[in-house]
């Protein structure tokens, strides 16, 4: 499904990425954990190619993908949904023009398939009563939630969560998760970094441990947590739970 | 010194021709000035040096010299070559001169969108084109809106410089007036109505605009 090799990243002279190989299969459920600044936000956006990259591959689908070619990389995106910590909701929009904006202006649905499809969604996600409000008028976690609405409303094969619920108050984080949760549960293809460890360990198949733009270990959410093996590891999982 | 409020109402209808003419320089020197103004802030923002680089300079030309200068330029300056008539030098003039003003209002609302709503856009596959015009212009737009108001009615007040290069719009209407009855006060006074008229209207206008696009939305 997602196939990553030797991705090498810089900002500038900052080596932020520095060998990334990765592997997503279907229905796979992958959580990266990892310290602020390890380079999990930069992988992820590399993945969909939001961020340039000087080194390495990125395979979509079974397609490599060319970084030089726009047409190809857009079409990339109508398969890979991107949810954003701070949710990047559009203003102007209420919350099932949101939902439906990328299925009538991308893949050029017709307005009442894209309504359909859009309500289904927000009811997946429990805000079938907020269609008509404005993103201002929702508290975080619903925001959040219309956003991975609107990634679902183009029905994605893959899903990228970048921190989806470090910027929410806590009492609304678990509305967030159970959100996820269901998507894994029916099979969903999901990337997620997150700092929630009970989510990791409930919902991943395989968690992935990153540091200093590199992956340090990787294996089921047992292994990790209970018995982690390299040093680096153990030492961030003991500051974090 | 006397003041004859009388000659006020006397002498208002000679100032109509006068502020038709103003509201004219001003319009045609807006719309002008819209379609320059976004024209170069696009330039501005490309990241292509051949537009960027004729915007930047433009931009920098234009806000360092003042708009009696490039009037004059226009039609005195350039009219061996040109050959301009006064009412087109005005309106051109006056673009020019608020195309550079308003291409950097757009370009600030534009870069003030954040980062975030582009990638968001993107995300979902929009072209760049797309979510330019889908997702930031709209936004951009709302943004603008305050700043354009202002810029409209410094437009607005700058068209009285056109008087430099004899258009009878109202300063020159009231000076010539003025130089022939020698009601210097009560023709100055009859202009400055005739402004605060007109910049009531834009402020308003401006106001209602805003209103509606504040329910229509958030932020
Ligand atoms: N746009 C950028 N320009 C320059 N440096 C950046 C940029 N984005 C991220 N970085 C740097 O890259 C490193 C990795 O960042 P990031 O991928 O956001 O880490 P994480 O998501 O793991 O916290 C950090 O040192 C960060 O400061
Ligand atoms: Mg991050």
Redesign the interface.
């Known amino acids: 499904m997602i196939k990553v090799r030797e991705l090498e990243k810089w900002f500038g002279k900052l080596h932020v990425l520095k060998g990334i190989d990765l592997d997503v299969n279907p229905s796979e459920v992958v959580v990266i954990i990892g310290a602020s600044g390890s380079g999990k936000s930069t992988l992820l956006r590399c993945i969909n190619f939001l961020e340039k990259f000087k080194k390495g591959t990125v395979e979509i689908d079974g397609k490599v993908i060319d970084k030089n070619n726009e047409k190809m990389k857009n079409e990339m995106r109508t398969h890979v949904g991107m949810v954003f910590q701070h949710f990047n909701l559009f203003p102007h929009m209420t919350v099932l023009q949101n939902v439906i904006e990328g299925p009538t202006q991308v893949k050029k649905i017709s307005k009442a398939k894209a309504v359909e499809i859009g309500k289904y969604y927000l009811e997946k996600v429990g805000l079938s009563d907020k269609e008509a409000a404005y993103p201002s008028m929702l508290s975080g976690g619903q925001k959040q939630r219309v956003a991975i609405a609107r990634a679902l409303g183009m029905e994605p094969s893959v899903m990228l969560f970048d921190e989806p619920t470090s910027a929410l108050d806590p009492e609304l984080v678990g509305e967030v998760l159970s959100v996820m949760k269901d998507l894994a549960g029916e099979g969903m293809t999901m990337v997620v970094v997150t700092h929630e460890m009970g989510f990791a360990r409930e919902v991943a198949d395989r968690v992935i441990y990153m540091d200093d733009g590199l992956i340090v270990e990787e294996g089921t959410p047992e292994e990790i947590f209970n018995n982690p093996k390299v040093e680096r590891t153990q030492e961030f999982l003991s500051q974090i739970l | 010194m006397d003041y004859n409020v009388s000659v006020l109402i006397e002498y208002f209808p000679y100032f109509i021709p006068a502020a038709w003419k103003t509201i004219e320089v001003t319009a045609l020197g807006i719309l002008l000035g819209m379609v320059l103004g976004l024209l170069t802030a696009f330039s501005r923002l490309s990241k292509n040096p051949l537009f960027n680089v004729p915007a930047r300079l433009y931009i920098f030309m234009i806000r360092g010299t003042p708009l009696l200068l490039q009037l004059l330029f226009l039609y005195f300056g350039l009219r061996s070559i040109l050959n301009l008539e006064a009412i087109t030098s005005a309106v051109i003039a006056l673009g020019i001169h608020n195309g550079a003003y308003i291409a950097e209002i757009f370009r600030g609302a534009i870069q003030s969108i ?1 980062v ?2 582009m ?9 760049y084109r ?1 979510a330019m015009i ?2 930031i212009l ?2 951009a737009f ?1 943004r603008a809106i305050p700043p354009l108001g202002n810029q409209f009615i410094i437009a607005l007040k700058d068209s009285s410089l056109a008087s430099a290069i004899t258009i009878k719009e109202l300063l020159l209407k009231a000076q010539q007036l003025a130089s022939s009855n020698y009601y210097m006060m009560e023709m100055l006074t009859i202009a400055a109505i005739f402004y605060l008229f007109y910049t009531s209207i834009f402020t308003w206008l401006f106001h209602k605009i805003e209103e509606k696009l504040a329910v ?4």
């Open positions: 954040a975030g709503q990638e968001a856009a993107r995300s979902l596959g929009m072209t797309k889908r997702i709209p936004q709302k229509s939305g958030s932020r």
